[in-house]
């Protein structure tokens, strides 16, 4: 009951936020109702997409990490013989 009325209240703030901006830069109560209606719309849209990305995201850091301590942990294994340079 407490998260329905929690996502409720989300829902409604979004509107009316989306509505009190568009209405005051426009003054039109009809573009504010349409902006109160999309933005919703658009956010339930978007948002999946953007948890996708922000995946895949991680799953790129995670991998560069993990290469990372496996080239450490290779050249800590079979150091590089490194001979100083010659002069002539």
């Not at 109160?36 to 560069?64: F, G, S, Y």
Request: charged share 15%; no cysteine; glycine share 6%.
């Amino acid at each position: 009951m407490v998260t329905a009325a929690k996502t409720t209240s989300q829902i409604t703030m979004h509107m009316g936020v989306a509505f009190g901006i568009m209405y005051v830069f426009t003054g039109s109560v009809a573009l504010g109702g349409v902006a109160a209606v999309l933005e919703p719309i658009v956010n339930v849209t978007l948002l999946p997409l953007h948890d996708k990305m922000w995946e895949r995201i991680r799953a790129k850091v995670e991998a560069r990490k993990a290469n990372a301590k496996a080239v450490a942990a290779n050249n800590k294994a079979n150091p590089v013989d490194v001979k100083p340079l010659q002069t002539a």
